[in-house]
């Protein structure tokens, strides 16, 4: 077991590696990004990485305000066909705050970023994963763009 100083410490370490490691990667329109911190540039929406002690994500999640996310979501499922097929989607669901969402997500279980002998299969997993939603966003970017 890890003090929360200590689990603080090597999530940082994961991330910071995870950064370094994506930092040469463009994005699908050939801008730098920053894959961490995806910003997708319309409110509400956004992609997120998270990795937990027993599994990690990818996700697009839409958080408007009901509306709004219920009209993103429905464009999203109308572009569903351009995402993987083991994309999970939650038309509502609540975060660790209570708050609404939806989610769009894939999510790799087993490996663990508090085992360094696991960060390849991590890296690997986000970089495949995150690469793909930003060529999706470059596809599709223009339409969720008018709606906001």
């Not at 050939?30 to 961490?36: A, H, P, R, S, Y």
């Not at 994500?57 to 958080?63: K, N, P, Q, S, T």
């Not at 097929?85 to 087993?110: A, F, P, Q």
């Amino acid at each position: 077991m890890y003090t929360a100083h200590e689990a603080s410490e090597i999530r940082q370490q994961f991330w910071t590696s995870l950064g370094q490691y994506l930092a040469p990667v463009p994005s699908a329109s050939g801008e730098k990004v920053n894959w961490i911190n995806y910003k997708t540039g319309v409110k509400g929406i956004r992609f997120r990485m998270d990795a937990q002690n027993r599994y990690s994500f990818v996700a697009i999640e839409i958080r408007a305000e009901e509306e709004k996310r219920a009209q993103f979501y429905e464009v999203f499922q109308s572009l569903r066909d351009q995402l993987p097929e083991n994309y999970e989607w939650i038309e509502e669901c609540e975060d660790e705050h209570g708050k609404s969402l939806s989610r769009i997500y894939c999510e790799l279980e087993g490996p663990t970023l508090f085992n360094k002998a696991h960060w390849p299969d991590l890296i690997a997993f986000f970089k495949t994963n995150i690469v793909l939603l930003d060529a999706f966003w470059a596809e599709n970017k223009d339409i969720f763009d008018m709606m906001s």
